[in-house]
């Protein structure tokens, strides 16, 4: 009887090593089985890919007329970038999300992967090259001087500038070149930084400002509106307009190079440019 007992519990035994050995080895094929499952999310999907599995383009903007601004009547974020933007969500079969914010947080926001791209009449430059990723050129433009109508302070060029008012747009290159021209021809004159170049416009023909630096193609658009002013240079820099994207994601900057070549080429660029910037 204790023979009996003792070989029924080896069996026993025997058997549970046998369940625990095979349940070991399904585990370890169920763990490999996760981690190609694993390799299936967005995470390390192309960044193309993964906007279309999203089925969504983040696009992040400012202010900036006419690139880039709300419509009075429906509160709607429009302008040329915008329309742009679209053409890249329809490409990519996916709805495009607009949303504008300070423009100081504008590269940033796309330096750590919070939205996909950025389109807001940025300049290329080294320094925003350092962050982001930049397209090649959609538009060329550069700064100008702005003026009261007359130019009553005879103003020709940011070396006239000493001890007058000067505004410009916080964070954009208006700024820098500003600032650039105070030490390169060591005058001094009171800095007036806006958020929007809307208020510059405004401050300009209430007598608050002297002279702006601005955008040539951003002051045309707002000489439709602010009668009293006027461009007093030829633009004195050159400068491309290009659209950021999240270092990494060159497959998406492939497709966004590669459109803006074909959109210059098929007459969709020059529509654009009819309805907002003509």
Request: aromatic share 8%; hydrophobic share 40%; charged share 30%.
């Amino acid at each position: 009887m204790r023979k009996m007992l003792y070989t029924f519990a080896c069996l026993t035994l025997t058997a549970a090593l046998f369940v625990l050995t095979g349940c070991g080895g399904d585990a370890s094929g169920g763990g490999s089985k996760k981690a190609v499952d694993s390799s299936d999310s967005t995470s390390s999907m192309s960044a193309v890919d993964a906007i279309k599995k999203r089925g969504v383009l983040t696009l992040a903007t400012g202010t900036y007329v006419p690139f880039e601004f709300r419509d009075e009547k429906t509160n709607e974020i429009i302008g040329f970038d915008v329309d742009f933007a679209q053409l890249i969500a329809d490409k990519l079969e996916v709805d495009l999300k607009v949303t504008d914010m300070d423009f100081k947080s504008i590269v940033p926001s796309v330096q750590k992967g919070d939205y996909d791209i950025a389109i807001a009449a940025m300049y290329d430059t080294p320094e925003r090259r350092e962050q982001v990723l930049m397209s090649d050129s959609y538009m060329s433009t550069g700064m100008v001087l702005v003026a009261p109508k007359g130019n009553p302070k005879k103003i020709t060029s940011l070396a006239d500038c000493d001890s007058l008012v000067v505004g410009y747009k916080v964070g954009g290159t208006s700024e820098k070149v500003a600032l650039e021209a105070m030490e390169e021809h060591e005058i001094t004159f009171v800095q007036k930084g806006y958020d929007e170049t809307v208020g510059h416009a405004m401050d300009l023909e209430a007598g608050r400002v002297d002279v702006v630096v601005n955008d040539l193609l951003n002051q045309m658009e707002l000489n439709k509106t602010f009668l009293e002013q006027e461009i007093i240079t030829e633009p004195f820099t050159e400068a491309d307009l290009s659209i950021a994207v999240k270092k990494g994601n060159e497959d998406l900057l492939k497709l966004i190079n590669d459109l803006i070549k074909e959109y210059k080429e098929d007459g969709t660029y020059e529509e654009l440019y009819k309805k907002w910037i003509e």
